[in-house]
T-cell receptor, first 112, second 116 residues
């Protein structure tokens, strides 16, 4: 069974600082990995998806890396803004199972 | 709006009531999902439909009954629920069960369910 861990559980930074969010998974035979954002009481917003053949994926201020062999992905958010405050979730799909395994998330607070 | 619409946004129901949650997408996706999100727990997959056919029932109690009349609509019928079923219920869709597009899964805003 795929276990997905996100550390830290919570993070508070001043505006302008770069954010680094970590995701680790136990089974490296993945099909893809996806990062989501969730605002309080709301649904999930997809940020980006990295295929297993990719090492990184970029979208605006977001950059996600993937190291399958070590079972890790890192989401970098450059020049954080108060509007980046949310919970960030990592989800992993195995090559032989289309179900997503989610981490518990990292709750980010960007202080103005 | 993400392209996946869920109604109602909030629902309070008694343990003897029967209610239904609705999910609708017009993204042309072929796979649709129900997830449950409880406080302090990771998202739990409940059901998966692919081309209107149920392909996954993740050991969900029978008091939850899904229905997928077409590729654009998904329902979750609820009856005789328990207070511990109170949670945020999220619907999602994807191009297919192994998405390759940039955004992968698209989620709705969820239905906040409270069972009293």
């Amino acid at each position: 069974k795929q276990e997905v861990t996100q550390i830290p559980a919570a993070l508070s930074v001043p505006e302008g600082e770069n954010l680094v969010l970590n995701c680790s998974f136990t089974d490296s035979a993945i099909y893809n990995l996806q990062w989501f954002r969730q605002d309080p009481g709301k649904g999930l917003t997809s940020l980006l998806l990295i295929q297993s053949s990719q090492r990184e994926q970029t979208s605006g201020r977001l950059n996600a890396s993937l190291d399958k062999s070590s079972g890790r992905s890192t989401l970098y958010i450059a020049a954080s803004q108060p509007g980046d405050s949310a919970t960030y979730l990592c989800a992993v799909m195995l090559s032989n199972d289309y179900k997503l395994s989610f981490g518990a998330g990292t709750t980010v607070t960007v202080r103005a | 709006e993400t392209g996946v619409t869920q109604t109602p946004r909030h629902l309070v129901m008694g343990m003897t009531n029967k209610k239904s949650l609705k999910c609708e997408q017009h993204l042309g996706h072929n796979a649709m999902y129900w997830y449950k999100q409880s406080a302090k727990k990771p998202l739990e997959l409940m059901f998966v439909y692919n081309f209107k056919e149920q392909t996954e029932n993740n050991s969900v109690p029978s008091r939850f009954s899904p229905e997928c009349p077409n590729s654009s609509h998904l329902f979750l019928h609820l009856h005789t629920l328990q207070p511990e079923d109170s949670a945020l219920y999220l619907c999602a869709s994807s191009q297919d069960r192994f998405p390759t597009d940039f955004y992968g899964y698209t989620f709705g805003s969820g239905t906040r369910l409270t069972v009293v």
